[in-house]
């Protein structure tokens, strides 16, 4: 009786925690120097400094993949906004016709955050990740600007 409970116990220690992140995406990270920490759902949190402007701009890298149509695809996001607090609402029609005009990512909304988006092929390199979490940084930091002026809280 007690043997399947420790082997229970032992495979629960065993197994690596839901939120490891991947080692895909922390060799990408590592080789170009980029700092980084793991958040509770497994991403890698980055946060992008800008000296000149006294500004900081979160992003994620999501920690998992996803696959569609046998197709790899990984998240790069940074917020923007608060749905309620910055009048994204009031913004959407603005938002959609933007996105239209972006080269990559889109502006998206989970929960009550506005993000900015890009979603990439897993098979990117370390160099073309850190273009895409440079230009997710840039792009919402622009509009945290637009939307809610000098704060910095994203």
Avoid at 56 to 66: D, K
Wanted: glycine share 8%.
């Amino acid at each position: 009786m007690r043997l399947p409970l420790l082997a229970a116990i032992l495979f629960a220690l065993a197994a690596p925690p839901s939120t490891a992140g991947d080692a895909s995406v922390q060799a990408r990270l590592d080789a170009r120097g980029i700092r980084y920490e793991i958040d509770g759902d497994g991403d890698y949190k980055v946060v992008v400094s800008y000296k000149a402007e006294h500004r900081t701009q979160l992003v994620f890298v999501s920690g998992a993949s996803e696959s569609i149509q046998g197709l790899m695809v990984r998240e790069v996001f940074s917020p923007a906004g608060k749905v309620g607090a910055d009048a994204v609402a009031a913004k959407a029609m603005d938002l959609l016709a933007e996105s239209r005009t972006l080269k990559i990512g889109a502006w998206e909304i989970a929960g009550d955050v506005l993000y900015y988006v890009i979603k990439l092929p897993d098979s990117v390199d370390a160099t073309q990740l850190e273009a895409a979490i440079d230009i997710a940084a840039e792009t919402a930091d622009n509009k945290e600007i637009e939307l809610s002026g000098a704060k910095d809280e994203l």
